[in-house]
C-alpha cells in the first residue's frame, strides 16, 4: 500500500525561528517549503524533513532523523566546527572514540537539535 510512497519526517520543535535557524544554517539544509510561523519544509538528499511548532518538542527520547554518509568524521568535524555538541552514550557493541560509536567499520554520531531531538549520521551499509 505505502511501499512506493514517499515518507517524510516530522520534528516537532518549540521555536521555529530557532529550529529554521538550525536546520538552515547549521546543518545546511534548503529550505523549500512551509508556512511561516507553524512549519517549515527541507530538502536533505532526495528527501525532505519537516519541522514544526508543537508543545511536545523534545519528548521523544529516540532518534528522529538519520543521515546516511560515507565520511562520518567530516561531517562531524564540519557540525562541531558550527557549535553542534555530540551525544555520548553507553550502548552495547560500541566503543566511543572522540565524539564518534564505532563497531567494526560501523560508525555513527548523534546530536540534539535546540528542541532536544536526538539527530544522527551514520555511515551507509554499503559503504563497509
Not at 15 to 43: C, K, M, N, Q, W
Not at 83 to 103: K, M
Request: with cysteine; charged share 30%.
Amino acid at each position: 500500500m505505502l511501499r512506493d510512497t514517499n515518507v517524510q519526517p516530522m520534528l516537532p520543535v518549540k521555536d521555529l525561528s530557532e529550529a529554521e535557524r538550525f536546520y538552515g544554517e547549521t546543518l545546511g539544509l534548503e529550505r523549500v517549503g512551509g508556512e511561516p510561523g507553524v512549519v517549515s519544509v527541507y530538502r536533505s538528499g532526495k528527501s525532505t524533513l519537516c519541522v514544526y511548532r508543537s508543545e511536545y518538542a523534545g519528548t521523544n527520547k529516540g532518534t528522529a532523523a538519520l543521515w546516511e554518509e560515507e565520511d562520518v568524521e567530516r561531517v562531524v568535524a564540519d557540525l562541531k566546527g558550527k557549535g553542534v555538541r555530540f551525544e555520548h552514550y553507553d550502548l552495547p557493541g560500541l566503543t566511543l572514540e572522540g565524539d564518534i560509536h564505532r563497531a567494526g567499520d560501523f560508525r555513527v554520531a548523534w546530536w540534539k537539535d535546540p528542541a532536544g531531538n536526538i539527530l544522527s549520521v551514520q555511515n551507509r551499509p554499503d559503504h563497509r
